[in-house]
């Protein structure tokens, strides 16, 4: 049972300090052998000293023996074994380098130096999530390469991502103190990669204090509303808490059955995605006054919700039944909402002691049990890292490094829908998820032959959103073969990675003279509908770090390069000659009144500054930017992610300023596009329907129809906010059905 987390014991100074510490931890948890643990402790504090000495600190105010001592608290409250007590203890010191592998392998043994090596291969994912300069579309072989060592490791040992987990928490509750640039950039690595991860691996004691913490340094404004709304309502609350307590725990005694009742609060995070999600209110969320009810048994489970309904009114369709349906992670409980005394309403979880272990520590709760327990406990652990093992099977498939932290921060998600096969077997799938996501799901070979769909017995689009309830009967061809279309993102037929990588990995097995000759064809169709001119391969195969231009095409063909990728890296490559027609788009007029001018690009906090695109990272409207005050030449504008912005502010960071682009509603783009199409009804009003959806300007429209081959041309001129609305526009137009052709037209 996951205890309160004390204070850490930060004033370990000393051996006699040291002892006092692993008393107070040895409360909390057995973990072992002590005099190794100590031995730890007292060769970090004369690593950290020797340091310091030496004037090799790491960074100010960093202490890397504090830091261990912290990790490996949350560890033992983890209930993890000595060995990796000891790594998380010495693992800060070996990654700044104050202490080699080899000396700890010397000291403490082989498997410790191998944890400590296994955690500080998992820095990959921090790689993929900001690329650096120079990689090949935002990555590198190395970084590939890591990666998947790190995943191999992840699942040979879970410890090492454990340690890791450990590791993040202590950086973000770190930061507090920090530059706002490095919490944003710290929150958003955990926000988007780790607090996902702990929430797929079961272990809740740490994904809500890295969500919340997260969410605090992303959101500030909202966390700190929701904050003062809460603790507005806390005197009341806890009064509340008190006396429907103390009502349970009389009804438990009269029904003879044992059990622990609490009230427990509701996380700020939680609070915020809820009101968010459904649209609510601070006062329509249920689950502000909450209670857990802890039970020997599954029976006493029941018997309990019994009690509780026999007590107050339950609230329709607020119970949730995850015992006999455990959640994706393995969760189990059981959740009602009822209206409760004085007419308020409380939520109210019901599990076993076993199953609120399980939620609490997850994935820990089982590891040491692999090999040896033949009980139902081994089966979670496995079952959690059978997911590991589907990340590190896609990952072979697509080789994208990119992917894996798009598998790590989407697929982990709490949002899913609950669907029906034919046969009334049920699948689960992320939230948004369509018909060919569902095809791919139940079967490779059905999502390659998937031609069609029906829901509840009605033919829908294949880019249907599925909802949870619908039963989905999927429609075969023969000829199993993906559409290219599917991987095409701005046509929303798929929507997980999954199938994104199922349907690369085939194309990849195709014959490299056939992906050659689709991905020319991809790649001047792409150019063509945004018409480009004339492309300077050789340049381009240089940009792209390609060896040939077949390469390119064989990449295109197989789904490793998409062709919108290298649509904006020609659009760099032609930006300098004003001869041909450029990418960007021409700004038209100013729609709203808060416009900064003849550029779009808005610096807080001062007047009007001279602006200037940088040229090592080339953002454009849409992306995440920031400035560098240059000498002489006003502020430069980078990507958020560009490495030499990265070290700018790590050399100036009195020079970064904080800049955006103007608001969607300030500045509009300009753009002609035209449509062929075969004539028929409705045709235009199919066409401004789109237009209207994605949310693009009309500001003209010609049309002529020829009446003996039955065909219409249709100039509109409209205007979008940026290049990939364009795209956008063009791509949906070209589904439409009678369509044989949308591109913009040059201007003349």
Same mark, same amino acid.
């Given at each position: 049972?996951?205890?309160?987390?004390?204070?850490?014991?930060?004033?370990?100074?000393?051996?006699?300090?040291?002892?006092?510490?692993?008393?107070?931890?040895?409360?909390?948890?057995?973990?072992?052998?002590?005099?190794?643990?100590?031995?730890?402790?007292?060769?970090?504090?004369?690593?950290?000293?020797?340091?310091?000495?030496?004037?090799?600190?790491?960074?100010?105010?960093?202490?890397?023996?504090?830091?261990?001592?912290?990790?490996?608290?949350?560890?033992?409250?983890?209930?993890?074994?000595?060995?990796?007590?000891?790594?998380?203890?010495?693992?800060?010191?070996?990654?700044?380098?104050?202490?080699?592998?080899?000396?700890?392998?010397?000291?403490?043994?082989?498997?410790?130096?191998?944890?400590?090596?296994?955690?500080?291969?998992?820095?990959?994912?921090?790689?993929?999530?900001?690329?650096?300069?120079?990689?090949?579309?935002?990555?590198?072989?190395?970084?590939?390469?890591?990666?998947?060592?790190?995943?191999?490791?992840?699942?040979?040992?879970?410890? %090492?991502?454990?340690?890791?987990?450990?590791?993040?928490?202590?950086?973000?509750?770190?930061?507090?103190?920090?530059?706002?640039?490095?919490?944003?950039?710290?929150?958003?690595?955990?926000?988007?990669?780790?607090?996902?991860?702990?929430?797929?691996?079961?272990?809740?004691?740490?994904?809500?204090?890295?969500?919340?913490?997260?969410?605090?340094?992303?959101?500030?404004?909202?966390?700190?509303?929701?904050?003062?709304?809460?603790?507005?309502?806390?005197?009341?609350?806890?009064?509340?808490?008190?006396?429907?307590?103390?009502?349970?725990?009389?009804?438990?005694?009269?029904?003879?059955?044992?059990?622990?009742?609490?009230?427990?609060?509701?996380?700020?995070?939680?609070?915020?995605?809820?009101?968010?999600?459904?649209?609510?209110?601070?006062?329509?969320?249920?689950?502000?006054?909450?209670?857990?009810?802890?039970?020997?048994?599954?029976?006493?489970?029941?018997?309990?919700?019994?009690?509780?309904?026999?007590?107050?009114?339950?609230?329709?369709?607020?119970?949730?039944?995850?015992?006999?349906?455990?959640?994706?992670?393995?969760?189990?409980?059981?959740?009602?909402?009822?209206?409760?005394?004085?007419?308020?309403?409380?939520?109210?979880?019901?599990?076993?002691?076993?199953?609120?272990?399980?939620?609490?520590?997850?994935?820990?709760?089982?590891?040491?049990?692999?090999?040896?327990?033949?009980?139902?406990?081994?089966?979670?652990?496995?079952?959690?890292?059978?997911?590991?093992?589907?990340?590190?099977?896609?990952?072979?498939?697509?080789?994208?490094?990119?992917?894996?932290?798009?598998?790590?921060?989407?697929?982990?998600?709490?949002?899913?829908?609950?669907?029906?096969?034919?046969?009334?077997?049920?699948?689960?799938?992320?939230?948004?998820?369509?018909?060919?996501?569902?095809?791919?799901?139940?079967?490779?070979? %059905?999502?390659?032959?998937?031609?069609?769909?029906?829901?509840?017995?009605?033919?829908?689009?294949?880019?249907?959103?599925?909802?949870?309830?619908?039963?989905?009967?999927?429609?075969?061809?023969?000829?199993?073969?993906?559409?290219?279309?599917?991987?095409?993102?701005?046509?929303?037929?798929?929507?997980?990675?999954?199938?994104?990588?199922?349907?690369?990995?085939?194309?990849?097995?195709?014959?490299?003279?056939?992906?050659?000759?689709?991905?020319?064809?991809?790649?001047?169709?792409?150019?063509?509908?945004?018409?480009?001119?004339?492309?300077?391969?050789?340049?381009?195969?240089?940009?792209?770090?390609?060896?040939?231009?077949?390469?390119?095409?064989?990449?295109?063909?197989?789904?490793?390069?998409?062709?919108?990728?290298?649509?904006?890296?020609?659009?760099?490559?032609?930006?300098?000659?004003?001869?041909?027609?450029?990418?960007?788009?021409?700004?038209?007029?100013?729609?709203?009144?808060?416009?900064?001018?003849?550029?779009?690009?808005?610096?807080?906090?001062?007047?009007?500054?001279?602006?200037?695109?940088?040229?090592?990272?080339?953002?454009?409207?849409?992306?995440?930017?920031?400035?560098?005050?240059?000498?002489?030449?006003? %502020?430069?504008?980078?990507?958020?992610?560009?490495?030499?912005?990265?070290?700018?502010?790590?050399?100036?960071?009195?020079?970064?300023?904080?800049?955006?682009?103007?608001?969607?509603?300030?500045?509009?783009?300009?753009?002609?596009?035209?449509?062929?199409?075969?004539?028929?009804?409705?045709?235009?009003?199919?066409?401004?329907?789109?237009?209207?959806?994605?949310?693009?300007?009309?500001?003209?429209?010609?049309?002529?129809?020829?009446?003996?081959?039955?065909?219409?041309?249709?100039?509109?001129?409209?205007?979008?906010?940026?290049?990939?609305?364009?795209?956008?526009?063009?791509?949906?137009?070209?589904?439409?059905?009678?369509?044989?052709?949308?591109?913009?037209?040059?201007?003349?």
């Amino acid at each position: 049972m996951v205890k309160v987390r004390e204070d850490y014991f930060e004033d370990a100074a000393s051996e006699a300090a040291i002892d006092h510490w692993l008393e107070k931890i040895g409360q909390i948890a057995d973990f072992g052998d002590t005099a190794k643990v100590r031995q730890a402790c007292i060769a970090s504090l004369q690593i950290e000293a020797k340091s310091v000495k030496e004037d090799r600190i790491w960074a100010k105010g960093h202490n890397s023996f504090k830091i261990g001592l912290e990790m490996a608290q949350i560890l033992v409250e983890l209930e993890l074994d000595q060995n990796a007590i000891i790594a998380a203890i010495l693992y800060r010191a070996v990654r700044e380098g104050k202490v080699g592998l080899d000396q700890v392998k010397q000291d403490f043994g082989s498997e410790t130096a191998k944890l400590i090596e296994g955690v500080s291969q998992m820095a990959a994912i921090s790689a993929t999530h900001r690329p650096f300069k120079g990689s090949v579309l935002g990555q590198t072989q190395g970084q590939i390469d890591n990666v998947r060592k790190m995943l191999v490791t992840m699942i040979d040992d879970v410890r %090492v991502v454990l340690i890791k987990l450990a590791d993040r928490t202590c950086a973000i509750r770190a930061v507090k103190n920090a530059t706002p640039e490095k919490r944003q950039r710290v929150a958003r690595e955990v926000f988007d990669i780790y607090a996902p991860l702990a929430h797929r691996l079961g272990i809740g004691y740490l994904k809500w204090e890295l969500e919340d913490l997260s969410f605090r340094y992303l959101h500030d404004s909202a966390y700190k509303k929701i904050a003062k709304l809460l603790d507005e309502k806390r005197l009341d609350r806890d009064s509340f808490v008190k006396r429907v307590t103390e009502k349970l725990k009389l009804e438990l005694e009269n029904a003879h059955i044992h059990g622990e009742v609490a009230g427990r609060s509701k996380h700020i995070y939680s609070i915020w995605r809820k009101m968010r999600r459904k649209n609510l209110d601070f006062s329509e969320i249920y689950d502000i006054r909450a209670f857990r009810i802890l039970v020997p048994s599954v029976q006493d489970c029941y018997a309990v919700l019994g009690v509780v309904h026999s007590l107050w009114r339950h609230i329709p369709y607020e119970f949730d039944d995850y015992i006999a349906n455990p959640k994706e992670n393995g969760y189990r409980s059981l959740h009602t909402a009822v209206i409760g005394p004085e007419g308020k309403v409380m939520e109210v979880q019901i599990r076993t002691r076993e199953m609120h272990e399980e939620s609490e520590l997850g994935v820990c709760a089982h590891w040491r049990y692999k090999g040896t327990d033949v009980k139902s406990r081994s089966s979670g652990y496995e079952e959690k890292i059978n997911w590991l093992r589907q990340v590190l099977e896609w990952q072979e498939e697509v080789g994208n490094a990119s992917e894996i932290a798009t598998q790590l921060s989407s697929d982990v998600g709490e949002d899913r829908i609950y669907v029906f096969t034919p046969e009334g077997h049920v699948v689960d799938l992320p939230r948004g998820a369509t018909p060919v996501d569902f095809a791919y799901r139940v079967h490779t070979e %059905v999502g390659h032959a998937c031609r069609g769909a029906k829901v509840n017995g009605r033919i829908v689009p294949l880019t249907y959103p599925l909802k949870t309830g619908e039963q989905i009967h999927i429609l075969t061809s023969n000829h199993a073969a993906p559409s290219r279309d599917w991987l095409n993102s701005s046509l929303g037929y798929i929507q997980t990675s999954r199938s994104r990588a199922k349907i690369v990995h085939w194309f990849k097995l195709q014959d490299r003279s056939q992906n050659i000759i689709d991905g020319r064809i991809l790649l001047e169709n792409e150019m063509k509908r945004l018409s480009i001119g004339e492309v300077d391969y050789p340049e381009l195969i240089e940009q792209t770090q390609f060896q040939n231009i077949d390469d390119l095409f064989a990449a295109i063909g197989s789904g490793d390069v998409k062709p919108t990728h290298i649509a904006h890296i020609v659009q760099k490559l032609l930006q300098p000659k004003e001869q041909q027609l450029s990418l960007r788009l021409s700004p038209s007029k100013a729609r709203g009144a808060n416009s900064s001018g003849k550029d779009d690009i808005r610096i807080k906090g001062v007047g009007r500054l001279l602006t200037s695109i940088a040229k090592c990272c080339q953002p454009m409207p849409g992306d995440a930017i920031t400035g560098y005050i240059t000498i002489g030449r006003g %502020v430069s504008v980078h990507r958020q992610d560009c490495m030499n912005l990265l070290q700018l502010e790590d050399m100036e960071p009195n020079r970064i300023i904080e800049v955006s682009w103007g608001h969607e509603s300030d500045t509009a783009y300009g753009a002609n596009i035209e449509v062929h199409a075969y004539d028929r009804e409705g045709l235009l009003r199919d066409i401004t329907t789109v237009l209207a959806n994605e949310k693009a300007n009309v500001t003209g429209v010609n049309s002529f129809s020829d009446s003996q081959e039955n065909t219409a041309v249709i100039n509109i001129a409209m205007e979008v906010n940026n290049l990939d609305a364009l795209g956008n526009v063009l791509a949906k137009i070209k589904q439409l059905p009678n369509v044989i052709e949308a591109t913009r037209k040059r201007n003349a």
